[in-house]
Nanobody, 122 residues
Framework: VQLQASGGGLVQPGGSLRLSCAAS????????MGWFRQAPGKEREFVAA????????YYADSVKGRFTISRDVAKNTLYLQMSSLKPEDTAVYYC????????????????WGQGTQVTVSS
């Protein structure tokens, strides 16, 4: 399974960005996918996740009300719409395929994209 993330960039505080993650390869069935982020010197942290069939969503408290995760099942593509961005949202954002039990921990995911840089700065 290959995951290709895109859409990162430089944005001013209060601005918006939309990340995409295209899945390809040996995809038998996607159960759920998620977004994580990692800032310099910090551990990778959960941002959001979505179940593929029912579309149930999960968010970190730090992004609730500002970020929206969605998916296009036909295109095997995951999205993250980010609004009201803050400097503390600056990080490399990774998409991942959920292959384990936890939605919120990195150990719950088995395939990872290469990451896309998001920088929020004036």
């Amino acid at each position: 399974v290959q995951l290709q993330a895109s859409g990162g960039g430089l944005v001013q505080p209060g601005g918006s960005l939309r990340l995409s993650c295209a899945a390809s390869g040996s995809i038998l069935r996607i159960n759920a996918m998620g977004w994580f982020r990692q800032a310099p010197g910090k551990e990778r942290e959960f941002v959001a996740a979505i179940s593929w069939g029912g579309g149930r969503t999960y968010y970190a408290d730090s992004v609730k009300g500002r970020f929206t995760i969605s998916r296009d099942v036909a295109k095997n593509t995951l999205y993250l719409q980010m609004s009201s961005l803050k400097p503390e949202d600056t990080a490399v954002y990774y998409c991942a395929n959920k292959g384990g039990d936890s939605y919120y921990r990195t150990t719950g995911y088995d395939y990872w994209g290469q990451g896309t840089q998001v920088t929020v700065s004036s």
